[in-house]
């Protein structure tokens, strides 16, 4: 399963920090599906996203890109198993219950990071999703996150 639209292309209203097109300020994240239950997302850094030495990056950057490409494909998948084109109709949004995250090697600035989601569980109200980050070909973190839905007026 492919598409060119970003997920967050087509989701409105957005000003998210990490993944909002209308947050001018924003990190502006993409996430594309590259199979069924599978999303995949490829950030690059900037020179001020670094960790303390100016060759890693953030750790906070890193959980904010995690949590904005898996709560998006949280949604996403909350439109498709409605039956509906993801951003058609009555919104449907879903928050972070519980972000895990394991720093396992760090990454550097200067490279892009590639991160690939999947869905592992799913049911009304929650969507449970593995989240790897690498950079370099080297896996830098793993991430088990919990999407809550919200109403559409969070
Ligand atoms: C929106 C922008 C869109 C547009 C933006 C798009 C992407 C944005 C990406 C960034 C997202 C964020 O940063 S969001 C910001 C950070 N997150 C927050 O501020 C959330 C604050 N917390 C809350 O509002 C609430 O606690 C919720 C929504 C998480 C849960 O509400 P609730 O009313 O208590 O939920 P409840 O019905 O009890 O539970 C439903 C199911 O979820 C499970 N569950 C509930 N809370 C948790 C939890 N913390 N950790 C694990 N699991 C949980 C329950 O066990 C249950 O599972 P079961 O019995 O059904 O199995």
Same mark, same amino acid.
């Given at each position: ?9 087509? /989701? ?44 890693? +990056?953030?750790?906070? /950057? ?17 439109? +498709? ?17 519980? +972000? ?8 550097? /600035? @200067? ?7 999947? /869905? ?32 559409? @007026?969070?």
């Amino acid at each position: 399963m492919t598409q060119e639209t970003a997920i967050q292309d087509q /989701i409105q209203g957005n000003h998210c920090f990490g993944c909002g097109p209308d947050n001018d300020q924003g990190l502006h994240i993409k996430s594309y599906w590259t199979e069924k239950d599978q999303t995949r997302c490829e950030f690059f850094p900037s020179a001020h996203h670094n960790a303390g030495p100016a060759q890693y +990056l953030n750790g906070g /950057i890193m959980a904010t890109v995690i949590d904005c490409h898996t709560v998006c494909t949280a949604i996403a998948d909350g439109y +498709l198993q409605s039956g509906r084109a993801v951003g058609s109709g009555d919104r449907i949004w879903y928050a972070t219950g519980n +972000l895990d995250i394991k720093y396992l090697a760090p990454a550097r /600035i @200067d490279t892009p990071l590639i991160l690939e989601a999947t /869905i592992t569980e799913r049911s009304p109200r929650k969507t449970v999703l593995h989240c790897n980050l690498s950079s370099d070909g080297r896996l830098c973190a793993k991430a088990e996150v919990i999407a809550v839905r919200v109403p559409g @007026d969070w």
